[in-house]
């Protein structure tokens, strides 16, 4: 008897969760991998960090600011597509951020790792920031890959898209209508 009084307002409701994966934006293998995208750019840069002397600090420098831009951006980009806040930032097309956003980070931590790799001390900790740098790097173009196969890319051409009503521009004028009727049902003259 109790369980029937007390059962709809015991009952987990999935909507008022502040984690919401798989969400509109994230399903849970994107999910795992944006995880592992925060977990590798902080890995990097915090072995950055803990470099002493660098021969050319140009290089180290800028590893430094992607690897750490990548950590606050993934990780803040993570929170808001996993939980209900997406809902209230004002972006129109998530899709179209996310896939950006990665492909950006993707590239500049392609780069970074690149110099990085090129031109250092050759010590065991910027050797070991430039695995991770390289590591977040696969992670970053696993994550357009995984986006690409279940999403398509979010760039759509104009050229390509279906006509309204079904009526094409050659097969001549759509249909005219008035739309500017009184309230009681007559037309304006």
Known sequence: MTSTVYSSTTESNPK??????????LDKPRFVI???Q??????????????????SCTALYFFEFVSCTAFLFTL??????????????????WPLLDFLY??????????ASSVFASDNGK????????????????AF????????????FPIKSKDGAPPSNGVSAQDGPAEKEKLNAVANGTEEV
């Open 38 to 55: 925060v977990l590798l750019s902080f890995l990097a840069f915090i072995l950055e960090e803990v470099v002493n002397s660098c021969v």
């Open 34 to 36: 944006k995880v592992c």
């Open 76 to 93: 803040m980009l993570l929170i808001l597509l996993s939980s209900p806040l997406y809902s209230r930032v004002g972006v129109a097309s």
């Open 16 to 25: 008022s969760s502040w984690c919401l994966v798989p969400s509109e934006y």
């Open 123 to 138: 010590t065991s900790v910027e050797s070991c920031a430039v695995a991770f740098g390289f590591l977040a790097t696969l």
């Open 102 to 111: 990665t492909a950006g980070i993707a590239l500049l931590f392609l780069i």
């Open 141 to 152: 173009l696993l994550d357009l890959a995984l986006f690409y196969k279940s999403n398509g």
